[in-house]
C-alpha cells in the first residue's frame, strides 16, 4: 500500500467554497473581475459552451460558478425569482468596494453604513441576481454595546 500526499483540502482553498449558477456565467467572470478584482483560475466548458465549472479567486477565497443547466436542475437566482443567500466580502475599504461593484453595473441594496457591530456594511445586487455584503471591520465592541445598540434601533 502506498501512502499518499494528496491534501483533502487543497493548498488555497478553504472548508466551504460557494458554488454559484448563473445566466451567462461568462459574463459573470468578467462581472466579478471589474467589480470585485477577481482573478480566473480556469474553466471547464462543455460540448455545447455552457461553462460547467470556473473558477475565481477574490482575495484569500476561491469561488467556483457555472452557467444555468435547468436540464439538471441548476437554476440561477433570476430564474428561480430571488435568493436566500447573501455572500458576503469583507475589503479594507467597503465604500471604494460597494462604488466599484455599482460601476460594473450592480444594484445598491443597502448603502453603507456603520453598523452596531462594529463594521462600515452595505450591500447590493450584482447583475446575475446573487446578493452581497461588503464590509471594512473599523472598531471592536462587545455583544452586549451591539445589543444595547439594536435595542436603539428599534426605539
Known sequence: MSSSTVKPVPDGMHTITPHLV??????AIEFYKKALGAV???????????????ALKIGDSTLFLMDEMPEHGS?????????????HL???????ALERAV???AEVV???WDAPW???YGQFRDPFGHFWSVATH???VTPEEVQKSMEAMAD
Open 90 to 96: 469583507s475589503v479594507g475599504n467597503a465604500d471604494a
Open 110 to 112: 443597502l448603502p453603507m
Open 40 to 54: 480566473e483560475g480556469g474553466r471547464l466548458q462543455g460540448p455545447n459552451g455552457k461553462i460547467v465549472h470556473a
Open 118 to 120: 462594529g463594521d462600515r
Open 22 to 27: 448563473c445566466a451567462e456565467a461568462g459574463d
Open 138 to 140: 473599523v472598531r471592536d
Open 75 to 87: 437554476l440561477g437566482p433570476k430564474a428561480l425569482k430571488g435568493t436566500p443567500v447573501v455572500l
Open 103 to 105: 460601476a460594473a453595473g
